[in-house]
């Protein structure tokens, strides 16, 4: 054990000083002198790389030039991939792994401690933690690369903002090859944040800590919760710097570069197939590959038969049927992926079409967010100054996504008979996995109804009116006392009260946004020139903003106890809906106490109690740029016992992974049942570590007021 860290120790430094001395790793892997100078993995070694994408697609020939010399931004044309090579960092460190999203590559977790009275095999088993984590910090930075692995940027193009912004590609995130598990299954690797590439453009290819914990933390966070999504591995930080400016108001600041290691069957996209795309009329773009159609089938050929083979099966000798049973399965995908998003209030925030997985897995976490106080029209990316990927019109932006979809098949899939399916299955199946989420949601166990599709609308009407909180309300609702009559029922009208917005919190939700003589310009403009102010696109902003200076005039006007009761009020009435529609539910049944304990199951089965708020990610970032990992990890990784932080003190190397296990934990459980461990964790917890006032909350407690202040771009 000693020499296995001894020699992961040479390796790291070695790699540490080709970063210092800001040399790029060796020549492509391949030859006999690349494998030679590579450190040698231990823990990593088993994995097996086979790059089917490589050899089945168009890789570009590498453009005259030394093979160290850092890529040039250029259109690429005629290929998929760009052979590139990760960019070193300076003196890497692990934040966190994944052991669940590791498990799918055959990496086993490390062996646990064997607790008091056996030291020796602790010692042990610290040493071949520390050893995994020297490992994971240099191969999955980039500083050092596995045997068989072939690094290479993807091509594509993407609609953004409604918009065709020609050539994207992979600016930040490199291909390292495709792991073949014992199982069978396939696994791509990708490192986010690794160095530039042909598709930077002007940037450097970098990520920084906050925005990779952030894309770390969501990615396990929604597998957990049981959407489709890829997978995050691990998060490596650095001493490296880059300069930010995070909210674009002209204040940048220096941050620590940090790379994400992904993991999912493909990252290939919608926008993958938009590289074919002719000139746009409206930005007079186009993709790189025009009229390479010969491409457009390889592709064809490559996704459908290394990921939809039964599709590929069922129609052999007929490419037509077989692009548009394809086609229909990503419909029917994307429309399943949206419905769990609204039903867990994500928000995705930068729905483009180079953001939408061929899989239906949720891709490309930037500035997202989840729902906190219900609102329709929330919009998670400050940058999103149009509300065009709202919460409420994820739905449909999905659906427009697929249409562009649907154009760059052409010609291999007809444009009308995409078009046919696209309307024929896309709204259907969305409503059909939309109502059945929520009917599980509502706890309703035996038959669908038809006015199952009213209740779940009232309920959000009725969440939307009282400003409650999403995901709180839901599991509280598993706690309603379905008896007509209950005692119990004004002691949980006041629970779900307490779930509502504050006095204080509508008043900063409803503030006014635009300065005053901005919106008596756009009044005058409204008045004497409507097309222009149509065409400059600030309508819709001017009548949201004199909704929100009404409602905030109603609100100056409202007592605390005036709230109160209207709240109450509000829910009584949607409750007294809702229980009649239980008692429905139960009709007929013969053993109660069972229907009542499937009502039960299947509620705390489908409403999380935890969640990744934007106030648990920034504390977990807030500690991370400090030098404290705890969050991050915390998010996670299995919890050590939560009894150790009782009684008696811990060094800071046992503390810091104990507070880093902690939140990812809560994360890995969020359909915790009544008395399981996360509540233990939760308990745990050292008072006065985070926050922005210093003290620690409930993660499973409404946020604080500042956590509404806080900005994603």
């Known amino acids: 054990m000693a020499s296995l860290r001894t ?386 019109k994820q739905p449909e932006v999905c659906k427009w996504n697929l249409q562009k979809l649907a154009e760059a098949l052409e010609p291999e899939l007809p444009l009308a008979l995409a078009e046919a399916i696209l309307a024929e299955d896309y709204d259907a199946e969305f409503r059909r996995h939309y109502l059945y989420k929520m009917r599980r949601k509502l706890g309703l166990v035996r038959a669908a109804c038809e006015e199952d599709a009213t209740l779940v609308a009232r309920l959000l009407e009725t969440m939307q009116q009282t400003g409650a909180d999403f995901t709180n309300t839901f599991y509280l609702l598993s706690s309603f006392p379905v008896e007509a009559g209950s005692l119990d029922l004004a002691d949980f009208l006041t629970a779900l009260t307490t779930q509502c917005a504050s006095l204080e919190e509508l008043r900063l939700a409803f503030r006014p946004q635009m300065d005053p003589r901005q919106l008596s310009m756009m009044l005058m403009l409204a008045q004497s020139n409507p097309q222009l102010l149509a065409l400059i696109g600030t309508q819709a902003n001017v009548t949201k903003e004199l909704e929100r200076m009404e409602q905030q005039s109603r609100l100056e006007q409202l007592s605390p106890a005036e709230l109160l009761s209207r709240n109450r009020g509000q829910w009584a009435d949607w409750l007294q809906e809702y229980r009649a529609r239980l008692e429905k539910d139960r009709e007929g049944v013969g053993d109660a106490a069972a229907w009542q304990a499937e009502h039960v199951r299947v509620m705390r089965a489908t409403n999380p109690k935890y969640i990744l708020r934007n106030y648990i990610a920034q504390d977990a970032i807030a500690a991370a740029e400090n030098g404290d990992f705890s969050e991050a990890r915390t998010l996670s990784i299995l919890p050590l016992s939560p009894a150790c932080s009782r009684g008696r003190s811990l060094q800071p190397a046992v503390l810091l992974p104990l507070q880093v296990r902690r939140v990812l934990k809560l994360l890995e459980a969020p359909y915790c049942m009544e008395g399981e461990a996360t509540e233990a964790l939760e308990a745990a917890e050292p008072e006065g570590t985070s926050g922005a006032a210093g003290r620690r909350r409930s993660y499973s407690s409404r946020p604080p007021l500042w956590a509404a202040e806080l900005c994603v771009t």
């Open 7 to 392: 020699g992961l120790g040479t390796s790291l430094a070695a790699a540490r000083v080709l970063s210092l001395r800001g040399r790029r790793p060796p020549p492509a892997p391949g030859c006999a002198s690349a494998a030679a100078m590579e450190p040698a993995p231990r823990w990593l070694a088993g994995l097996r790389f086979d790059n089917r994408a490589l050899r089945e697609l168009p890789v570009e020939a590498p453009p005259p030039g030394p093979e160290d010399a850092p890529p040039e931004p250029r259109p690429v044309r005629g290929a998929c991939f760009a052979r590139v090579r990760p960019a070193p960092l300076r003196q890497p460190r692990l934040v966190a792994l994944s052991e669940p999203a590791l498990a799918l590559l055959g990496l086993g977790a490390p062996p646990a401690g064997a607790g008091a009275g056996a030291g020796a095999e602790d010692a042990a088993a610290r040493e071949a933690r520390e050893a995994r984590e020297a490992e994971a910090a240099l191969f999955f930075s980039g500083n050092a690369l596995l045997p068989g692995a072939e690094p290479a940027a993807h091509c594509y193009c993407g609609h953004q903002f409604g918009q065709f912004a020609g050539q994207l590609g992979d600016g930040a995130a490199m291909y390292l090859g495709e792991v073949c598990a014992a199982s069978g299954e396939r696994w791509e690797l990708q490192l986010k944040g690794a160095g530039p590439t042909p598709f930077s453009r002007q940037a450097d290819g970098r990520k920084v800590l906050r925005s990779s914990i952030r894309e770390f933390l969501c990615s396990e966070a929604m597998f957990h919760l049981g959407v489709p999504t890829t997978r995050a591995g691990a998060c490596v930080t650095s001493q490296s710097m880059v300069v930010r400016d995070v909210f674009y108001d002209g204040n940048p600041k220096r941050e620590p570069c940090a790379v994400v290691l992904r993991i999912a069957p493909t990252f290939l996209r919608f926008g993958s197939f938009e590289i074919f795309k002719s000139t746009d009329e409206h930005t007079g773009r186009a993709g790189p590959s025009v009229g390479r159609n010969d491409i457009r089938i390889q592709m064809l050929d490559y996704v459908i038969g290394t990921f939809y083979p039964e599709i590929q099966a069922t129609h052999v000798g007929d490419s037509v049927q077989r692009n548009a049973a394809f086609f229909r399965e990503v419909t029917r995908r994307t429309a399943r992926m949206v419905a769990e998003w609204q039903c867990v209030g994500f928000c995705h925030g930068v729905l483009n079409t180079d953001n939408m997985s061929v899989m239906g897995l949720t891709i490309d976490y930037g500035p997202f967010g989840f729902l906190d106080r219900y609102d329709s029209d929330h919009v998670c990316n400050a940058s999103d100054n149009t509300g065009r990927y709202a919460y409420n």
